[in-house]
């Protein structure tokens, strides 16, 4: 069943048991799926976004989400920090299974070792495969502080 149909059955499931959290947060991203689907139209498209495009737009919804997160905290927002975790979750269940820090670590060092990376001049490198590679899967934010920590290492490591 493909992503968008997913989120369709879970809608008419959430509004038959009135779950209003859920049904808002299902609106939300049908609403932000339906967006899409008109600004690829206006490119030429006939076709509405496929799957890939769908989970794009999830993952950028889950990354609004924390940057409101963290908005909230300066405000000391705790109600609205609870409603946007909430979100999170829903939104998350839409989405594959993230990689743990230590999985992400662990492709970032065999990328650096597999193409000789070890200068931070060359984190866009990184970057580009992960996204191409592991879009979905990897949290880019942490993936670029790894990929920094690493290289940081490797530039004060003594065996350079």
């Given at each position: 069943m493909d992503l968008r149909t997913q989120i369709d059955e879970k809608f008419k499931?959430?509004?038959?048991l009135r779950n209003t959290e859920e049904v808002n947060t299902l609106r939300l991203i049908r609403s932000a799926i339906k967006n899409k689907?008109?600004?690829?139209?206006?490119e030429g498209n006939t076709e509405p976004i496929n799957d890939k495009q769908i989970l794009n737009t999830l993952i950028n919804l889950v990354k609004q989400r924390r940057d409101s997160i963290e908005s909230f905290k300066a405000s000391a927002r705790n109600d609205?920090?609870?409603?946007e975790k909430k979100e999170i979750e829903i939104i998350n269940q839409f989405l594959p299974k993230q990689l743990s820090a230590d999985e992400i670590r662990i492709i970032i060092k065999k990328f650096f070792t597999d193409n000789n990376i070890s200068s931070i001049k060359e984190m866009g490198k990184i970057m580009s495969y992960l996204q191409l590679n592991h879009a979905g899967v990897i949290d880019?934010?942490?993936?670029?502080?790894?990929?920094?920590?690493?290289l940081g290492n490797q530039c004060h490591s003594p065996n350079q």
């Amino acid at each position: 069943m493909d992503l968008r149909t997913q989120i369709d059955e879970k809608f008419k499931s959430a509004f038959k048991l009135r779950n209003t959290e859920e049904v808002n947060t299902l609106r939300l991203i049908r609403s932000a799926i339906k967006n899409k689907d008109i600004e690829n139209r206006s490119e030429g498209n006939t076709e509405p976004i496929n799957d890939k495009q769908i989970l794009n737009t999830l993952i950028n919804l889950v990354k609004q989400r924390r940057d409101s997160i963290e908005s909230f905290k300066a405000s000391a927002r705790n109600d609205l920090i609870e409603k946007e975790k909430k979100e999170i979750e829903i939104i998350n269940q839409f989405l594959p299974k993230q990689l743990s820090a230590d999985e992400i670590r662990i492709i970032i060092k065999k990328f650096f070792t597999d193409n000789n990376i070890s200068s931070i001049k060359e984190m866009g490198k990184i970057m580009s495969y992960l996204q191409l590679n592991h879009a979905g899967v990897i949290d880019m934010n942490l993936a670029g502080k790894i990929a920094k920590n690493l290289l940081g290492n490797q530039c004060h490591s003594p065996n350079q």
